[in-house]
């Protein structure tokens, strides 16, 4: 980002600070403290792009979420989100697809200094070894984790999570056989291979029309505690905490800081809202079935049986949302 740019938003931030003062006192004296969740990609100081973020900054950005927040696991944000009441500024951290770089800085780090961490990797590019597309996109294959180094990520207390098969747009995804095999069957197939039970996911991109209804129902039935987006926004306590809303690692702290310190346009953040859809195209029975289908074993899942599902409702993108592709 340009310094100008950079220069704007901390102006911008130091304008409004008053208010942001207020909100957190007035949310901190209510047991309403947001709960953030941040999701980064790749830490490195080699072929920088949008979702890369160098050692230096990102070690920097770290330094100050210890001094300004409590740095707690998945689970944790969802107790304090579902306990109805917060007063401890509160912030986890994941990591989206799974880049071998991230194994020689951050997570190290992140690991010697305890600081818990969700990583969710896709299986078809770990097992076979391939680049994304969004960066084959760019001329620039980058590597990705090994089985090995997931599950050494795991013995070390890093928590594992699923991102699918190939890294799809679920949210044009309308086949049942398709969406089941990469949001259930190889989050399975990735259990099997660290030998760990998979508790969350993960939706490639996360922007709204990434999400898919049908996606929040399989998981929710299959038992998985929880379902990241990546639009942008925080999470209010008393909120769904089965789903929830992450924010950019932004690469540029100015960005970064300005999220996570009340910024007033935050609250214009609209939670995608899943059971809208969910109650009218897909009853429990029908997941149910795809469920069994998949403990019987049975492969011959097709498209036919559900190929269309009406329009889905996708609220407004709004401008002030705080995200990249996740
Ligand atoms: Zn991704």
Redesign the pocket.
């Known amino acids: 980002m340009p310094s100008w740019k950079s220069n704007l938003i901390e102006a911008y931030r130091i304008a409004s600070w008053p208010h942001r003062r207020w909100q957190y006192l007035n949310r901190y004296r209510n047991g309403k403290l947001p709960v953030y969740s941040l999701f980064y ?1 790749r830490v490195a100081d080699t072929e920088l792009n949008p979702w890369t973020i160098s050692c230096d900054d990102f070690q920097r950005q770290i330094d100050w979420f210890q001094e300004n927040f409590e740095i707690v696991d998945l689970r944790e944000c969802q107790r304090r989100i579902n306990s109805g009441f917060n007063n401890r500024p509160t912030l986890s951290i994941t990591f ?2 799974g880049y071998a770089e991230n194994c020689e800085f951050a997570l190290p780090m992140l690991i010697e200094r305890s600081i818990p961490v969700t990583y ?1 990797v ?1 299986t078809y590019h770990t097992t076979e070894q391939q680049s ?1 597309a969004h960066d084959l996109e760019r001329g620039a294959p980058l590597p990705v984790n090994t089985i090995e180094s997931l599950r050494a990520l795991d013995l070390a207390g890093v928590e594992i999570g699923a ?1 699918t098969r190939t ?1 799809p747009d679920l949210g044009q995804v309308t086949c049942e056989a398709e969406l089941v095999d990469e949001v259930i069957t190889a989050s399975r197939e990735m259990e099997r291979l660290i030998e760990r039970k998979i508790e969350y996911f ?1 939706f ?3 922007q709204y029309h990434n999400l898919n209804p049908r996606v929040f129902e399989l998981l929710r039935q299959a038992g998985f505690l929880g379902v990241c987006s ?1 639009y942008g926004g925080w999470n209010d306590v008393g909120s769904d905490a089965f789903h929830i809303q992450r924010i950019h690692g932004d690469p540029d702290f100015t960005r970064m800081k300005n999220w996570l310190t009340y910024d007033p346009r935050i609250n214009k953040v609209q939670r995608y809202d899943y059971k809208q859809n969910a109650e009218i195209l897909h009853s429990e029975e029908a997941t149910s079935k795809s469920l069994r289908q998949i403990a019987d074993k049975e492969t011959d899942l097709t498209c036919e049986s559900s190929s269309s599902f009406p329009d889905l409702y996708v609220p407004p993108i709004d401008s002030t949302t705080t995200n990249q ?2």
């Open positions: 990609h989206d697809d969710f896709t994304f991102h890294h993960a490639p991109f996360g990546a592709e996740g």
